[in-house]
């Protein structure tokens, strides 16, 4: 009998991190496969929701959002150029109160690194070239699209078998090692009874992507309204995505909720505008129990959920990859992978942590208040002084790694 085909490593999902730890473990030479129940690239997820919102979710973008540290990271395997070349760069942030009402502005341009600005592009977009880099670099058989990870056996001395379904029957799959990149509702995470443990926040939001009509062109603006925070970012072809704070939880039927809120806020009229896509969405933060247990690894949105007011959650999953693929690198290299594993639990888990207390903050910063006087005036101060240039890199992730023990 001819014997299973063993991979190095199985990863469960082809989402951003998961293709993104395609290639870094491609590139150093391990044997892996991508398995992706989607079958359409485009289209998120269909399980659990109706036809009509899956619908909705495959022209929906979630993480528009790439930061320098990202950036920095896919640039050897040469992928931060095409991103680059497919996105809109923003060197400028300005906080206002209103449209006429400005309270201070951030230079990205004064970041240290080769990228000095964050990098806007849609999350598929972001998909669509990681995959087809990973394609180009390890061929068709890379990724496996249509095959929903049902079942996992796993011993620690020997290995991983996954049971897969697909559409011509189910199969199995022998790997030393499997790492779930398979998303929020993580399977792998719930196979290896791995708890996932945190709380919703009390916050509500909808987002919207429209034609740009505003003075902005490719600077974000972040309103600081009594009322309650509005982002508003451009997007590649003259696109906006807008996202205000709403004081209740919206339903799926948003209507002119976001059009409503941006004109009765901030004075502007995005009536006239074409819309692309609106859905509302509620924030959270949870943290997996461990990241590593034997054989099986976690990494991305099956291991963390940070709220999306910050844009943290995707560059937090391009950090665990590249961890964990110097995990890779130090058990080639005779570390004991047991201890390997556990270094990269300790530190991905501590970075998480760090990245929710400061979605936490952006997130207090733009709730309603009552007498925004002093957070306004704090905030007027710091932008006017060479301070905003620590908080330019706060805001793009810096500082989140521990200190090398
Ligand atoms: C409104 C919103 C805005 C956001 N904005 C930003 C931003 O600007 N910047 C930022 O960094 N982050 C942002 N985020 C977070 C970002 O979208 C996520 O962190 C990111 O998608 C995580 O990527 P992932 O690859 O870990 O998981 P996912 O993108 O969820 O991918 C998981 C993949 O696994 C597949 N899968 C699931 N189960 C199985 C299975 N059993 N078998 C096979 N395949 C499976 C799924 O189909 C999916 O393709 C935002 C999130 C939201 C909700």
Redesign the pocket.
């Known amino acids: 009998m001819i014997a299973p085909e063993k991979l190095d490593v199985a990863i469960?999902?082809?989402?951003?991190?998961?293709?993104f730890l395609g290639h870094l473990l491609v590139q150093r030479g391990l044997s892996i496969r991508l398995?992706?129940?989607?079958q359409d690239r485009d289209v998120?997820?269909t399980?659990g929701r109706s036809a009509s919102s899956a619908r909705q979710q495959s022209v929906l973008s979630?993480?528009?959002?790439?930061?320098p540290v990202s950036l920095e990271l896919m640039q050897p395997l040469d992928l931060a150029a095409p991103l680059i070349a497919a996105g809109r760069v923003i060197r400028r942030g300005h906080a206002l109160r209103h449209m006429n009402d400005a309270m201070g502005t951030l230079d990205f341009h004064t970041l240290p690194g080769p990228f000095p600005f964050v990098l806007s592009i849609p999350?598929n977009e972001t998909e669509r070239i990681l995959e087809e880099r990973l394609i180009a670099r390890a061929g068709l058989a890379v990724l496996e699209r249509g095959?929903?990870?049902?079942g996992l056996d796993a011993h620690d001395d020997d290995g991983v078998v996954l049971r897969?379904k697909r559409a011509c029957g189910e199969h199995e799959v022998h790997a030393s090692w499997v790492v779930g990149?398979?998303?929020?509702?993580?399977?792998?995470r719930q196979l290896a009874n791995l708890a996932f443990e945190g709380t919703p926040y009390a916050d509500h939001?909808v987002?919207g992507d429209f034609s740009d009509n505003t003075p902005f062109g490719a600077e974000a603006a972040i309103f600081l309204h009594p009322a309650g925070l509005i982002e508003s970012f451009p997007l590649p072809h003259e696109k906006r995505r807008w996202?205000v704070r709403t004081t209740e939880e919206v339903t799926e039927a948003v209507g002119d909720v976001l059009v409503q809120i941006v004109n009765e806020r901030v004075g502007h009229d995005l009536s006239q505008t074409e819309r692309f896509m609106e859905?509302p969405?509620g924030v959270q933060h949870l943290l997996a129990e461990k990241m590593a247990r034997g054989r099986v690894l976690l990494?991305?949105?099956?291991a963390h959920?940070v709220s999306?007011i910050g844009?943290?959650?995707?560059?937090?999953?391009f950090k665990d990859a590249q961890r964990l693929a110097l995990a890779f690198d130090e058990i080639a290299a005779g570390t004991p992978p047991e201890r390997a594993f556990a270094r990269y639990d300790r530190q991905s888990r501590k970075v998480a942590a760090r990245a929710t207390r400061r979605s936490a903050f952006y997130m207090r910063l733009g709730r309603p208040q009552r007498s925004p006087f002093w957070r306004d005036q704090a905030l007027r101060l710091l932008l006017a002084t060479p301070l905003r240039s620590l908080i330019a890199r706060v805001f793009t992730m810096r500082g989140l790694e521990p200190t090398p023990s």
């Open positions: 469960v999902g082809a989402g951003p991190v998961g293709l398995f992706e129940r989607r998120v997820s399980s979630r993480a528009i959002g790439i930061h999350q095959s929903e990870v049902m897969l990149c398979d998303g929020k509702q993580s399977t792998i939001f987002m996202v859905s969405f990494a991305g949105d099956a959920i999306p844009g943290q959650g995707m560059n937090l999953g």
